[in-house]
């Protein structure tokens, strides 16, 4: 079962620039791309790292791929699939988003309850 958690509202995203949000109790890093305005949320978490910086990535574009590279080591990911564009064994796992009503809502799968 997933449902959305609403993160922020829109105009609280500084466009082309990270931020970090905790959803479904991960650390997320959120970003609104100036050009088509859309918003991706992927692991805030570098997994070459293993620190929690994505959110203070490059936000940039490679061959029209809207782009975060890592503030550690300069990889980049791919903001639509996760991908790392320099190693294709590694990616960030992305979730859903969405804009409803002014507010950034970000997908995540819901915990089932104990009865």
């Not at 070459?48 to 959110?55: D, H, K, R, T």
């Not at 940039?60 to 809207?66: D, F, H, I, L």
């Not at 859903?96 to 507010?103: F, I, N, S």
Request: charged share 20%.
């Amino acid at each position: 079962m997933t449902e959305w958690q609403r993160v922020c509202e829109l105009e609280a995203l500084v466009p082309d620039r990270g931020a970090a949000a905790l959803v479904g109790g991960h650390q997320v890093a959120l970003f609104r791309l100036s050009d088509s305005g859309e918003v991706h949320a992927v692991d805030h978490l570098d997994p070459f790292s293993q620190a929690n910086v994505m959110a203070r990535g490059l936000v940039g574009s490679r061959k029209g791929v809207p782009t975060v590279a890592s503030p550690m080591h300069k990889q980049s990911f791919d903001l639509r699939t996760g991908q790392c564009l320099d190693d294709p064994e590694v990616s960030l796992q992305v979730w859903p988003t969405r804009v409803a009503d002014g507010w950034v809502e970000v997908q995540v799968v819901a915990r089932s309850r104990a009865a």
